[in-house]
């Protein structure tokens, strides 16, 4: 099972020939998830040949339109394709109505359940938690309540030794209890020592998405020591003053705050369409943080190999 991300959408208000808005897919042992829905989304999903019927989660940052203008076409279409598997939208509170109210104007009745978890953007908490995952999210500075997330996975179950289980006398029942990291009293009394018969467990890996924001160190807690950090830089620096005014942020600020979280990668989005190149942006933020790299729609990114 993999982690990985792909970008749909890397551009910020104002969509042009190369850069959506914000979407991003991310696959997670396998449980698939969408995050932001900007206009043209379910485009970007066909052209990047995503199986978009396979989407059980979507996570809403904020409710202005280039985040989420994209969702109810989507919804609509998982309609039309026949979909009956439930989906679980989580977002600002005034989502479900917005969603709700243009479904029913349009008369689109949806034969597949959709639930609604509100988010104020003013807490950080857990959201999501199954066996393998969870998501957790928490609040940025923006002109509007807006939600960061980080999508982690849980740790993982110990490696069996085979050679060193053959013959010891262990049954198949006493595996399980091994590969959670337990010794094992059989019942004659003998113990097994789970550092005899097991590996540790692969590394878990983690990301976070942080758009849009202010420059805001009170982030750093929520996204310390991800793997990999999405962070928006809609400007450069010399348009710093810019960001201020409309609570976004630049790339050089961005690179901060992944300095201070200690990630492992960061990767930039979300930039301004006045920019007809990336390489300020880049050659900005690499002199605070090296392993830096703005993204283009249709990136692809191996979170659990970085």
């Not at 989304?41 to 066909?46: K, P, S």
């Not at 003013?122 to 999508?151: A, Q, W």
């Not at 010891?168 to 018969?197: A, M, Q, T, Y």
């Not at 690499?286 to 392993?291: D, G, S």
């Amino acid at each position: 099972m993999s982690f990985e991300l792909t970008i749909l959408g890397s551009g910020a208000a104002v969509p042009t020939f190369r850069r959506n808005p914000t979407a991003q897919y991310i696959v997670c042992n396998d449980r698939h998830i969408l995050i932001d829905c900007g206009e043209g989304t379910q485009m970007q999903l066909r052209k990047y040949s995503i199986r978009f019927q396979r989407i059980s989660h979507i996570l809403i940052s904020h409710l202005h339109g280039d985040h989420f203008f994209g969702l109810v076409g989507l919804l609509s279409t998982m309609h039309l394709m026949g979909r009956d598997k439930g989906i679980t939208v989580y977002g600002p509170e005034e989502l479900e109505n917005i969603v709700r109210s243009q479904l029913e104007i349009s008369g689109d009745r949806l034969d597949f359940d959709l639930k609604f978890v509100k988010l104020n953007g003013k807490e950080s908490k857990l959201i999501f938690e199954d066996n393998l995952i969870e998501i957790h999210t928490f609040p940025l500075k923006h002109r509007i309540p807006t939600n960061g997330f980080v999508i982690r996975e849980k740790t993982k179950e110990r490696r069996l030794i085979s050679d060193a289980i053959k013959d010891s006398g262990l049954l198949i029942e006493h595996l399980p209890k091994l590969k959670r990291g337990e010794n094992v009293v059989d019942e004659k009394g003998n113990e097994f020592d789970v550092e005899d018969f097991t590996w540790p467990p692969h590394p878990s890996y983690s990301y976070a998405f942080c758009s849009d924001t202010r420059f805001d160190e009170s982030i750093v807690p929520h996204i310390k020591n991800v793997n990999v950090l999405y962070h928006e830089a809609t400007f450069i620096e010399k348009d710093a003053d810019r960001a201020k005014s409309t609570f976004h942020s630049t790339a050089k600020q961005a690179a901060s705050i992944a300095k201070k979280g200690e990630v492992g990668r960061l990767l930039l989005g979300h930039l301004s369409a006045r920019y007809e190149s990336i390489d300020v942006h880049l050659e900005e933020a690499k002199t605070i943080f090296e392993n830096t790299c703005v993204v283009e729609d249709g990136d692809v990114f191996r979170i659990d190999e970085e």
